[in-house]
């Protein structure tokens, strides 16, 4: 959890801003996951910290979404 919120901090992800009046903030929450070797020995543990975006209203909230997406050949 400490290196991803050094990570977070590092990278600049986000800045501290006053809260606009009549807004809620959004939440965060942890998620953790063990990544396994091709054997299934355990090779790390992650953990990532992400937004609660379904308590999210979009025009409130938010203007744009964004969709990751993959190149064929890169699978």
């Not at 903030?25 to 942890?30: F, N, R």
């Amino acid at each position: 959890m400490n290196v991803e919120l050094e990570a977070l901090q590092h990278n600049n992800t986000w800045s501290m801003v006053p809260l606009p009046v009549g807004h809620k903030p959004i939440g965060c929450k942890w998620v953790y996951k063990i990544k396994y070797k091709s054997d299934g020995t355990i090779e790390r543990y992650k953990a990532r910290l992400v937004a609660e975006g379904y308590t999210q209203v979009e025009g409130v909230d938010y203007q744009e979404t964004f969709s990751p997406t993959a190149k064929l050949t890169t699978l």
